[in-house]
């Protein structure tokens, strides 16, 4: 089992939609979460970080349900300039600096 | 933010042949690492490079294969040696700065 395991994608959405991302993770002692977002042929980004409180940005939404392993990524109204790879991300608790990468789902927004 | 930069961008290299990869931050760091993805795949860490000290390697990658430098908080290479078509990947630095984790542009090798 992957330790990090993301949605198979491609999701393929017309302008406007609301798309939703789910992630699990293996590892009880992971401790931070983020998504990141991958353009095509470019380094992943920051997108932003998940708080067990929930926590969004503009049309951005992110979940986290530490009981479950859970993470989610909801994008209201979306872009054409939202389609990329989006990449879920856990930072496990080892004493040391260590990120594990989901293989990550990508989106394609189509006018 | 940290700003990274690599080279080269791309290269494409005979097999047996090796090739190192710069990575420059702009700014001091104690985190550095050096990671590959390969085409449709997501990102493998191949070690962390440590200032003064050798490389910490994850498994399935090892020093002679991926040396490692590491001289200042600044600067550090990466060697594929004794290359191979499965080598063909991209590979990207990253550094952890003010808690937040920065990529290089990466470099894409193809061996042939």
């Known amino acids: 089992r992957k330790e990090v395991e993301q949605d198979p994608g491609p999701f393929n959405v017309p302008e406007g939609a609301t798309v939703a991302f789910n992630c699990t993770y293996s590892n009880s002692a992971s401790q931070s979460f983020f998504w990141y977002r991958q353009d095509c042929r470019k380094e992943p980004k920051l997108l932003m970080s998940?708080?067990?409180s929930g926590n969004e940005d503009g049309r951005f939404t992110a979940q986290l349900n530490r009981a479950s392993q859970y993470i989610s990524l909801l994008i209201r109204d979306s872009k054409l300039s939202d389609s990329a790879t989006y990449l879920c991300v856990v930072n496990l608790n080892t004493g040391g600096f260590k990120t594990i990468f989901g293989a990550g789902t990508r989106l394609f927004v189509k006018a | 933010s940290a700003v990274i930069s690599q080279k080269p961008s791309r290269d494409i290299c005979q097999r047996g042949t090796s090739l190192t990869i710069q990575c420059q931050v702009d700014?001091?760091?104690?985190?550095m690492f050096w990671y590959r993805q390969q085409p449709g795949q997501s990102l493998t860490l191949i070690a962390t490079a440590n200032q003064g000290s050798e490389a910490t390697y994850e498994s399935g990658f090892v020093i002679d294969k991926f040396p490692i430098s590491r001289p200042n908080l600044t600067f550090s290479t990466l060697t594929v040696s004794n290359m191979s078509p499965e080598d063909s990947s991209i590979y990207l630095c990253s550094v952890v700065y003010r808690g937040e984790q920065y990529f290089g542009p990466g470099t894409r090798l193809t061996v042939t």
């Open positions: 998940v708080y067990s």
């Open positions: 700014s001091q760091v104690t985190m």
